[in-house]
């Protein structure tokens, strides 16, 4: 029974252990602001009435930007290296969320074998401690039956005695 209880006693503290190290992976993750979406949806200078126009430059062919329209679209595109930055930090923490949970399953796993093993600790106790309950393992039954014994006998002893001596 005590393999039982060490077992699930080393279970306990590997539950124990993992739980704070998994919550201190958890605070530990940089926060990022992330730029607005809806200002990246919305259309690029609303307010210029030429926005683009089709061209042709010594017979290539090209589109002609309002230079508000190219200026807001310069900006977009000078987002675009901090978005990419921006979605692999957003990779990395789904990986480490996915390993997050692995743990937290595997946690689980561990508590559910800690339980088991502490049911059959509890059922091995409930047996013993019936074995003990059992009325011909009583203590004070043998006791009692000891001191009936004893006195039959001093008593036997003492009429024998008294038999030998008449």
Request: with cysteine; net charge negative.
């Amino acid at each position: 029974m005590s393999g039982c209880l060490y077992n699930a006693g080393a279970g306990l503290l590997i539950y124990v252990a993992s739980f704070f190290v998994l919550h201190s992976i958890a605070h530990c993750q940089e926060e990022m602001e992330m730029p607005s979406l809806a200002e990246l949806s919305a259309p690029c200078a609303p307010e210029a009435t030429l926005r683009r126009r089709l061209l042709e430059v010594d017979g290539v062919p090209g589109i002609w930007f309002a230079e508000p329209v190219a200026a807001c679209m310069a900006g977009r595109l000078a987002l675009v290296p901090e978005l990419r930055r921006l979605v692999t930090v957003l990779e990395l923490r789904v990986e480490r969320t996915d390993a997050h949970v692995a743990l937290l399953e595997r946690q689980l796993a561990l508590s559910r074998e800690i339980e088991a093993e502490f049911e059959r600790a509890l059922q091995a106790a409930e047996r013993a401690s019936e074995r003990e309950r059992r009325w011909h393992r009583r203590p004070g039954l043998w006791w009692s039956v000891g001191v009936v014994s004893a006195v039959a006998l001093q008593v036997v002893a003492v009429r024998a005695l008294d038999a030998l001596g008449r």
